[in-house]
């Protein structure tokens, strides 16, 4: 239990399909965030929420869109995807503000476009 | 700007034997130092952390060292376990700026029984 929920685990999906991907945590925490974890890539930072208002978007295609209805709950919508992006997307929170204060990460989402 | 550099993997070792990865960093202000480990199929877990010169963090074996001199935060753990395989990564954050960590590209450690 690491205190941040991401589902689905798994995900398969045509290029023409719409999905969402859901996050949760109860951490209280009050910053949220996106990452897409490929092989052989670093980590990129593709969403961040701080208090709820979305405060970087890090040249994300449009296929992408995240969404943020209060401090507990993140979404991804994902709409009409490349084969480029099967990755494992990873949500994560944390305190803004407090020094040393480091993430917490859900299992992710290993998605699947085919 | 902000960067971690750590060494490249994966680093494969025996049981029992002696870990060190290395990791340094450039930042602009005072970091925030930390260790994630990456378990297979799963999100990274936060191992360890330091929040000032010469503070030391650690968990289950592992400890890392903020070194402000040399600008590196080297993780350790003097016996590995097969259990211990994982992706390891470094970050910072830097107090009182950009709240949001920069990470390392990772670094994977095989441990053989």
């Known amino acids: 239990e690491t205190g941040v929920t991401q589902t689905p685990r798994h995900l398969v999906m045509g290029m023409t399909n719409k999905k969402s991907l859901k996050c949760e945590q109860h951490?209280?925490?009050?910053?949220m965030y996106w990452y897409k974890q490929s092989a052989k890539k670093p980590l990129e930072l593709m969403f961040v929420y701080s208090l709820e208002e979305r405060v970087e978007n890090n040249s994300v295609p449009s296929r992408f869109s995240p969404e943020c209805p209060n401090s507990s709950h993140l979404f991804l919508h994902l709409h009409t995807l490349q084969p480029e992006d099967s990755a494992l997307y990873l949500c994560?929170?944390?305190?803004?503000?407090?020094?040393?204060?480091?993430?917490?990460f859900g299992s992710g989402t290993r998605l699947t476009v085919v | 700007g902000n960067s971690v550099t750590q060494m490249e993997g994966p680093v494969t070792l025996s049981e029992e034997a002696f870990l060190t990865i290395n990791c340094t960093y450039t930042?602009?202000?005072?970091?925030?130092l930390f260790w994630y480990v990456q378990y297979p199929g799963e999100g990274l877990q936060l191992l360890l952390k330091?929040?000032?010169?010469?503070d030391k963090g650690s968990n289950k074996g592992f400890e890392a060292t903020y070194r402000k001199e040399t600008t590196s935060f080297h993780l350790e753990k003097g016996s590995v376990q097969v259990s211990d395989s994982a992706v390891y990564f470094c970050a910072l954050t830097l107090s009182g700026g950009s709240y949001i960590p920069t990470f390392g590209r990772g670094t994977s450690l095989i441990v053989h029984p």
């Open positions: 994560a929170s944390s305190t803004v503000g407090v020094k040393g204060d480091g993430y917490t």
């Open positions: 330091a929040t000032k010169a010469d």
């Open positions: 930042a602009t202000g005072y970091p925030s």
């Open positions: 951490l209280g925490h009050n910053a």
